[in-house]
């Protein structure tokens, strides 16, 4: 049992105990009433927008306009969208350069590579065959107590295994377990995404950024 554990200890470094852990936005955690959230992103600097719902801000060197989501009454995106278009070069530079950003930074795990090629015609992709430029990031879920990140997994295993079972597992109930983890893993960061896409105003191009919080939206409960 110990050797499983500790092999589930090195799998969850990435991992965490609860669901507490959720998307962050400027450090900022997606969550709560709208009120406050504005509150805490005008503290960051953004202001008001005399014309629209919208904050204005600077955000990672640009000029922005972020709006807040909420579903239930809590909040659970947060939308951030350039507050200047370009055309289609330049928002393959912008989009290929934020696939960069995003894959080099360690608070991220990348699915694959998004990068556009500098032979695409975007213009022609978009206006033509109505293609989609989008990027999908998650945020690593919060390194907490390691204890009780292996509490926490022993009573999942516990109420599929005894405790004969795990103290001498057979190489395929290993498999399952390191199955589990894995799951477990990818579970806590799917809740966690922040994605981009390309979109488009009379010809030109601005990138909107997604920071969702996956336990506050909806999952027609409301059917």
Known sequence: MKNVLAT?????????????????????????????????????????????????????????????????????????????????????????????????????????????????????EIMVNKKRYEAVFYQKPVITDSIAIANNFRSILSSKYTDEQLANPTEDLQKDIVKLSTDYVIEQCVKKPVWFTVSDYCGEYYITIFYDNEYNRANGEDL
Request: with cysteine; glycine share 6%.
């Open 8 to 124: 589930l200890l090195l799998i969850f470094s990435v991992s965490l105990y609860a669901q507490k852990d959720v998307t962050q936005f400027l450090g900022i955690p997606v969550d709560g009433s709208k009120s406050e959230m504005i509150k805490k992103l005008k503290a960051k600097g953004f202001r008001d927008d005399p014309t629209s719902e919208a904050l204005l801000g600077e955000f990672n060197g640009g000029n922005v306009n972020v709006f807040v989501t909420t579903n239930n009454n809590k909040v659970c995106r947060i939308v951030v969208c350039d507050a200047h278009t370009v055309n289609g070069t330049d928002i393959r530079i912008r989009f290929n350069r934020l696939c960069e950003q995003f894959s080099n930074n360690a608070k991220y795990l990348s699915v694959k590579d998004c990068t556009i090629p500098d032979e695409e015609d975007i213009d022609y």
